[in-house]
């Protein structure tokens, strides 16, 4: 057994910093372990334009600390205006490199986001035209359907019809929970890949109600039962380059998620690198880490690996029980627990 794991220098293809003293206190656990990040654009108000996204990358930038090096690679929310203009302009920025879907009321900050995704056709048609990749959260909305059962409905009511008409539209499945996610991204014809937490990886929805409830440990899309769990983590160990490490770290205030109505969102970049390594280990699978995380993003979005590497040590710390963030904290997943791995 290693007690030592040096790998390329990994990449984070899903990730909320939020914007101001809340983004100045995130970004720099993401900048120690991560050399680039696919940047989440649901804010108040959501990232539509690549002239609001030049803007966000300006900030992102000026509040990375000296010393640091990263790359934000930008995104826009995709709304059912967006006009196929857009994605041109978008795509000459060079530093705009996917559109993402919120499907209207799935996750936080989505009210801006598509009620239709009919409406988005001739968009969608300029994005496989450019090789622009559709990054999906995943979930239908419908009221009507179990909040377990979401993304598999997605499915066969979105990817299904949307792959018929787009078949060369390169789409991320966003951190996928579910067996029969992780089997159509493996299956589909088109060129489909996902994004896998690290806390869908580690943790089933037991860990929601373990003694009590648990808000730290509510996301979305919710965490599932164990054979989903065993299926994300066979999909990640598999090989397959289809499946890439995205954390989907969403910091919200300790007082909003400790509370009547919770926010959704597991805050894990402070550790994330140590969390993946602990769920590869677990699974007797470290030497398929560094394709999940260095390799298989950047080959999916055209970009080249990173240079320079990373190494995590087995030994054993205490997650810390919550952090500066903004003029509040945050509380970070697995908070006053012990994790095996630890960054050099
Ligand atoms: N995953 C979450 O539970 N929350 C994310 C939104 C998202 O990725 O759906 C957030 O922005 O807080
Ligand atoms: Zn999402
Ligand atoms: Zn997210």
């Known amino acids: 057994m290693s007690d030592v794991l040096t790998i390329t220098r990994p990449d984070d293809w899903h990730l909320h910093l939020r914007d101001g003293a809340t983004m100045a206190d995130v970004l ?51 709304t059912n205006n967006t006009p196929p203009d857009e994605i041109r302009r978008a795509k000459d920025s060079g530093f705009v490199h996917a559109v993402k879907l919120y499907p209207a009321g799935a996750t936080t900050n989505s009210d801006a986001g598509v009620t239709d995704l009919g409406k988005c056709y001739k968009t969608l048609e300029v994005m496989q035209e450019l090789n622009m990749p559709f990054l999906v959260h995943g979930e239908v909305t419908d009221p009507a359907i179990d909040l377990f059962d979401r993304e598999a409905v997605f499915i066969d009511r979105i990817m299904l019809p949307l792959r ?52 730290h440990y509510y996301c979305l899309p919710v965490l599932k039962r164990e054979t989903h769990r065993q299926a994300l983590v066979a999909a990640a160990i598999s090989g397959s380059d289809r499946f890439f ?32 390594a602990q769920a590869f280990d677990q699974a007797g699978a470290l030497d398929k880490f560094e394709a999940f995380a260095s390799f298989n993003g950047p080959a999916f979005y055209d970009l080249p690996r990173n240079a320079g590497t990373v190494t995590l040590r087995r030994e054993s710390w205490t997650i810390p029980s ?19 791995w630890k960054m050099a």
């Open 245 to 276: 490490l995205g954390t989907d770290s969403a910091p919200h205030a300790k007082g909003l998620k400790e509370h009547a109505c919770g926010c959704a969102g597991c805050y894990t970049a402070l550790h994330a690198l140590e969390l993946y």
């Open 164 to 215: 018929k008409v787009m078949p060369e539209l390169k789409v991320v499945f966003e951190h996928i929970t579910t067996k029969e996610a992780a089997d159509f991204v493996m299956s589909d014809a088109g060129p489909t890949a996902a994004t896998i937490t690290a806390h869908h990886l580690l943790f089933n929805r037991n860990e929601i109600f373990k003694g009590g409830i648990r808000p």
């Open 322 to 340: 919550e952090l500066p963030m903004g003029d509040t904290t945050v509380v970070p997943l697995s908070a006053g627990e012990q994790i095996n």
């Open 28 to 78: 720099p656990h993401t900048a120690r372990q991560f050399a680039r990040a696919i940047i989440m654009p649901n804010l108040r108000p959501p990232v539509t334009t690549t002239e609001q996204a030049a803007a966000y990358r300006d900030r992102i930038l000026k509040a990375l600390p000296a010393g640091m090096q990263f790359e934000p690679l930008m995104v826009l929310y995709l």
